[in-house]
């Protein structure tokens, strides 16, 4: 299996544009999470899914920022507009379904820079 | 508040000793706790699980212990290697229990 995939790897931008980044979890798991990471904050969980369904969005700091999930195969990050302090390395994770199966495998991640 | 506390500074080892890494929560009742690791510029890689009602888990040179007393969790990396060296994160199941929250991590340099 090809693992997490997330796309941009960078991404650079200007303050007040529209930023989204993807990523396309492992085939066969029910679960995606989205986190971002700075060296202040450390590793935040923003959002999760299951079964393409936003369970928890508690983490997801201001209404700037979005997440879908279209399909199993697929989801998406959005900040519109962006700010400098977004600035950071954005992971998706995904995990399988079923009794223990707790551990979550992360993509590469995309490392964003607002300026 | 909830908090998860590990070591901030960086932990130095000689290769072929043991490494010690600690992760302190409070106002916590995890489910059961993980360990990752991450090296620089990459995704965190799991490594182990452990529930609360395991005191001790073992993968290769890998050994977790888990003290819900204590509210402690120790990751020891036995014959340590160069390769070993990495950002270590611990991490605890929320009211969700699918969703996760991470320690800051402890970064382990092992010298050659």
Known sequence: ?115 | SQKIEQNSEALNIQEGKTATLTCNYTNYSPAYLQWYRQDPGRGPVFLLLIRENEKEKRKERLKVTFDTTLKQSLFHITASQPADSATYLCALDGTGRRALTFGSGTRLQVQP
């Open chain 1, 1 to 115: 299996d090809a693992g997490v995939i997330q796309s941009p790897r960078h991404e650079v931008t200007e303050m007040g544009q529209e930023v989204t980044l993807r990523c396309k979890p492992i085939s066969g798991h029910d679960y995606l999470f989205w986190y971002r990471q700075t060296m202040m904050r450390g590793l935040e969980l923003l959002i999760y899914f299951n079964n393409n369904v936003p369970i928890d969005d508690s983490g997801m700091p201001e209404d700037r920022f979005s997440a879908k999930m279209p399909n199993a195969s697929f989801s998406t990050l959005k900040i519109q507009p962006s700010e400098p302090r977004d600035s950071a390395v954005y992971f998706c994770a995904s995990s399988r379904r079923g009794q223990g199966a707790y551990e979550q495998y992360f993509g590469p991640g995309t490392r964003l820079t607002v300026t």
